[in-house]
């Protein structure tokens, strides 16, 4: 998706947050936003599954109540300060408390999330839930 794109559909996602005519929800679905400026916007509610993200500039932008399943989550300085909700930050947390580091900081970091991170709506799928929890 071209830059030019991406403003359209985040212009078209705006005006849908404020319920305006000609409004549309942001429908990023799949998108490549490796390299998109995406900083300060207001994703919320938007579809982002499956969006590659990595290398995106997040910082400030607001992804409260977007789907982010199977997308490609930066691990750089430009998802610092990105706004979301506890469905998210769940799922981040469930997916950092399934690596595999046997290093004793990591253990111990992993015992204080894992409560929270299996609430997560994926930590069936990550095998996060026993059969004896559920």
């Known amino acids: ?13 705006a005006a849908w947050l404020r319920d305006d005519d000609g ?8 998108a490549d936003l490796s390299r998109a ?9 938007a579809d982002l599954s499956r969006a590659d993200l990595r290398g995106a500039d997040l910082r400030g932008a ?4 977007a789907n982010l399943d199977y997308s490609c ?11 979301v909700d506890a469905k998210i930050a769940a799922q981040l947390a469930a997916h950092f408390c399934v690596l ?5 900081a990591y253990q111990a970091a992993r015992a204080a999330v894992m409560e929270f991170a299996k609430t997560s709506h ?3 799928d990550l095998g996060l839930i026993e059969e004896v929890e559920r």
């Open 37 to 45: 400026d995406l900083s300060e916007a207001d994703l919320s509610r």
């Open 23 to 30: 409004g549309e929800k942001a429908n990023l679905r799949g």
């Open 73 to 83: 989550w930066p691990l750089c300085c430009g998802s610092k300060g990105v706004k």
């Open 1 to 13: 998706m071209k830059a030019e794109e991406i403003k359209i559909v985040l212009g078209k996602h």
């Open 100 to 104: 595999d580091c046997d290093d004793p």
């Open 62 to 65: 607001d992804l409260s109540g």
């Open 122 to 124: 994926r930590a069936e």
